[in-house]
């Protein structure tokens, strides 16, 4: 038995798989493959509409909103949003906090000018900045809610008197949202949706109506909105993995109940890193990500053995970001809270045994 706590893609649940399996074996006895068959046909119709009507339902999604799936993942939303928001002559508004935000700004640059209202970079982004200006003359206010690799979180923002454009590839379906306090909000699958290959766009639709940029046919939210998110072939197994995923998720009481489980699971990581004393949070405490718990060691000199202590364990995918070092535990929905039980254990464990080596050594030297 293995504890994923891998940053993406993530855990899917037991079930999930079982049913995935399934239908790329015989999808709903029709004797094809989910894998085989035409986006076209009814049975996948029904799977687009079913899967965006728990999108819809879960995050409480308001009628004047469509949901498109599209594909390229979120990265590829970076320099799309731009291309169909950022008009000429304006200059959009960005928060830089961490590695994708900078990529986003990045992206962005190509299509025009940008203005970044605050960043945390002086602290190597293990904070989110506060009390910031959003110009009004702003084409949009980007930001990113949830920072995968740093490991800090936002649960507000400011207010804005411009569109607000939010990535929250890694924390939506963690816990509720108000979408009517956002323009359009991104999330690449693979983070806490589904599988890779889908990216999840939730767009207003009057902010559709505000593009006046000349933007080809595969980059034009207009045009997905229009052909149902099937202007050209979607990713129709990343979606069908979505929806029985999202089936799981409200069968289990939707985000709200999903939020509790992810309080419970972070909580018990946090206190453990605090308590013990080889481990230090990297994130400002105000600030630390449900999502991605950040970590290192006092002496980085024994990461290596820690890594293997755990992986002996079953313990996989907790390394940090090559840039970042130390560790990063992604504690996704779908991930038991059991799993983060044999974690803060292996800590304790690991700890202790630490502790033994000192004491004997200690006592070798006074000998
Ligand atoms: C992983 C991630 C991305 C990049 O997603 P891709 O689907 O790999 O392009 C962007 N933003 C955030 C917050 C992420 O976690």
């Not at 304006?90 to 209202?117: N, P, Q």
């Not at 959003?134 to 507000?156: D, K, L, R, V, W």
């Not at 207003?204 to 000349?214: G, S």
């Not at 000199?301 to 070092?325: C, H, M, N, R």
Request: with cysteine; charged share 20%; aromatic share 10%.
């Amino acid at each position: 038995m293995k504890h994923n706590f891998g940053a993406g893609p993530c855990i899917l649940p037991a079930i999930v798989l079982d049913q995935a399996a399934d239908a790329v074996r015989d999808f709903n006895g029709i004797g094809l493959s989910i894998l085989e068959i035409s986006h076209r046909t009814p049975e996948f119709e029904a799977v687009i509409n079913e899967t965006q009507g728990l999108v819809r339902e879960l995050l409480n999604v308001p009628a004047d909103y469509s949901i498109l799936f599209l594909q390229g993942g979120a990265s590829t939303q970076f320099s799309m949003l731009a291309m169909n928001f950022l008009h000429q002559g304006k200059k959009a508004a960005y928060l830089d906090t961490g590695f994708f935000s900078l990529k986003a700004i990045k992206e962005a640059l190509f299509f025009g000018e940008v203005d970044i209202v605050a960043s945390s970079k002086d602290k190597n982004y293990y904070y989110v900045p506060v009390g910031y200006q959003i110009p009004a003359t702003a084409a949009y206010f980007h930001y990113c809610s949830n920072n995968t690799i740093e490991g800090t979180e936002m649960f507000s923002h400011p207010a804005s008197s411009v569109p607000v454009i939010c990535d929250m590839s890694s924390d939506i379906f963690s816990r509720p949202i108000q979408v009517a306090d956002f323009d359009l909000i991104y999330a690449g699958a693979q983070k806490n949706m589904g599988p890779a290959g889908m990216t999840l766009v939730v767009v207003k639709n009057n902010l559709l109506e505000k593009i006046t940029a000349e933007v080809a046919s595969m980059s034009d939210y207009r045009i997905f909105r229009d052909n149902n998110s099937m202007f050209n072939t979607p990713p129709v197994f990343s979606i069908y993995v979505a929806m029985l995923n999202l089936r799981w998720l409200k069968e289990k009481g939707g985000v709200t109940q999903q939020e509790v489980e992810n309080i419970a699971k972070s909580d018990l990581l946090y206190t453990e890193i605090d308590r013990n004393t080889l481990f230090y949070g990297l994130a400002d405490p105000k600030d630390r990500s449900r999502m991605n718990v950040t970590f290192k060691m006092h002496d980085p000199g024994l990461e290596a053995e820690f890594l293997d202590f755990a992986s002996q364990k079953g313990i996989v995918g907790i390394k940090g970001y090559p840039s970042a070092g130390g560790f990063r535990v992604s504690l996704y929905n779908a991930l038991p809270i059991s799993s983060v039980e044999v974690l803060v254990k292996c800590m304790q464990d690991f700890e202790a045994k630490n502790l033994n080596q000192k004491v004997s050594l200690e006592n070798k030297v006074t000998v």
